[in-house]
């Protein structure tokens, strides 16, 4: 029986994951603030992992094979995990995310080497404490964040960096209904001039591929996405297909706000490390019907 220690974890692809390991025969623990219960079957610590004290108290004499954490954001989020988990895991991974590639600027799938977390600066005097400044820079908190993790060899861990997920009928983002809105009121959707296509990943794919990372002993970052990309206009015409009355109207902008999942630059990950490792990645768009059914409720 292996020990796994989840941080966060409680909703989206993070439960689907802890439902993996449980069925598996693994102990999970499960640590998280106590907002809301974990999966059954888990052992649940409640800590701020903000609160080095806090999470030391919490976890006690517990060791772990593997801890998978979910809801680092920034470098000093990082800092304390690494401190407190140094001595208690053999491996540590981490779910970051494709916005690392955010300065990226090429139009081809782009490699892990993109962005080496060695050569990454942290800075922790950054306000990462306000939500506000968090949000419009959570691809430089990811970076950061895999930074800390790879200073020095005597942390072993992975980031797994997480292609933009659909799918599953407890979406939280609201971006599918977003499109969803507006196709069925003939609004026009706003995406910028040049409008690349992304790379994507099923919410059950990457549960299956976290929990197959568990069991594996590779490090460093990996990209985490199915194969093929989609365009604004296949995620919307996929839409559209469950909605006989709508109409899809993209509108090119120069400037302001445009729709999720439009993009100037590209958001395309190159996933061959993870298929030379061994793991098998569906194709986007053999699964794109089923996922937006899920998400609208009008899977069977």
Known sequence: MREICVIGGNRYFGKRLIGRLTAAGDRVTVVNR??????????????????????????????????VDQVCYTPRQAEIARRVFA??????????TVEVYEDEDTAAPVGEGAVDPRAVAVHHDLPWDDPEFLDAHYGEGKRQA?????????????AV??????GGDD??????????????????IA????????????????????????GETFT????????????????????????????VLLRAVEAGE???????????????RATKLGFAFGDAREWLARAVAETLGKGD
């Open 146 to 158: 895999e930074a800390v993790f790879a200073a020095g060899p005597d942390f072993p861990h992975v």
């Open 191 to 214: 995406v910028p001039p040049v409008n690349r296509p992304a790379t994507y990943i099923h919410v059950e794919e990457i549960a299956d591929f976290l929990f197959w990372t568990v």
């Open 220 to 247: 460093g970052p990996v990209n985490a996405a199915s194969h093929g990309s989609l365009s604004t206009g296949e995620l919307c015409d996929a839409i559209a297909a469950h909605l006989p009355d709508g109409k």
């Open 171 to 188: 979406d939280f983002t609201g971006r599918v209904e977003h499109y969803a809105e507006r196709i069925r009121a003939g609004e026009a």
């Open 34 to 67: 106590g907002s809301s219960a974990p999966p059954a079957g888990t052992v649940h610590l409640i800590a701020d992992r903000d609160d080095e004290d806090s999470l030391e108290r919490a976890l006690g004499s517990r060791t772990f094979d593997v801890v």
């Open 161 to 166: 960096r997480v292609a933009h997920v659909l």
């Open 87 to 96: 001595r208690r895991t053999g491996r540590y991974v981490m779910t970051s």
């Open 258 to 272: 445009v729709s999720p999942f439009s993009f100037s630059r590209s958001y395309g990950m190159d996933n061959s």
